[in-house]
């Protein structure tokens, strides 16, 4: 079935150092979102990515679609930047509205 | 900005009640989506709707109904409440086959 994983399910960084968080999806998709999700439980739209490399300031991610996965990379962490990174493709074919999320990136940042 | 409202951010109900949860979006946007978010679990589509009055039905439909009479808005409702329906639930929406966005959420208790 269609599935998606993230890698790692939990990373702990020094504040300041760099991160690289993955993404992999079993089947073809229209496009795909990185959010963050706060200690709130608000979830925070990182980037819309079908495919191709955006950056918004310390943060960028690359999704290559024909090999079936997306990361993001998280430069010069701050304490801010914890909490749960979700990957959502939105799978190509039938019933294809809805995104499916992955189980998430917990991060903690440490001073 | 997109702006996506939920009626509570905190509820609490009794086994047996009949339960609304409200969503309201700003931006005209086509469909809106209905997740539920459970620990181990992730984030699961309960229902969905592209257009007023029209839904289907999403991974966890069973329990819940929508209702859309206005564009704006989209409602879940809980017929009677039961323990197993203590979430958190996301209310989203997007314009049609774009990028979706999330309110705040509601954290639902259900004695």
């Known amino acids: 079935g269609i599935q998606v994983e993230q890698s790692p399910p939990d990373l702990i960084l020094q504040e300041g150092a760099n991160s690289t968080l993955r993404c992999n999806f079993s089947?073809?998709?229209?496009?795909l979102q990185w959010f963050h999700q706060n200690p709130w439980g608000q979830l925070i739209n990182l980037f819309y990515?079908?495919?191709g490399t955006k950056q918004n300031g310390r943060l960028s991610a690359t999704t290559v679609a024909t090999e079936r996965y997306s990361l993001l990379y998280i430069s010069s962490s701050q304490t801010t930047d914890s909490g749960v990174y979700f990957c959502?493709?939105?799978?190509?074919?039938?019933?294809?509205?809805?995104?499916?999320f992955g189980k998430g990136t917990k991060l903690s940042v440490i001073p | 900005d997109v702006k996506v409202t939920q009626s509570s951010r905190y509820l609490v109900k009794r086994t047996g009640e009949k339960v609304f949860l409200e969503c309201v979006q700003d931006?005209?946007?086509?469909?809106m989506f209905w997740y539920r978010q459970d620990p181990g679990l992730g984030l699961r589509l309960i229902y969905f709707?592209?257009?007023?009055?029209?839904?289907e039905k999403g991974d966890i439909p069973e329990g819940y109904s929508v209702s859309r009479e206005k564009k704006e808005r989209f409602s879940l409702i809980l017929e009677s409440a039961s323990t197993n329906q203590t979430s958190m639930y996301l209310c989203?929406?997007?314009?049609?086959?774009?990028?979706?966005?999330f309110g705040p959420g509601t954290r639902l208790t259900v004695t």
């Open positions: 989203a929406s997007s314009p049609q086959g774009y990028e979706q966005y």
């Open positions: 089947d073809s998709v229209n496009n």
């Open positions: 990515i079908p495919s």
């Open positions: 959502a493709p939105r799978f190509s074919g039938a019933g294809s509205y809805q995104l499916t």
């Open positions: 931006m005209d946007h086509e469909n």
């Open positions: 709707s592209y257009d007023v009055k029209m839904k």
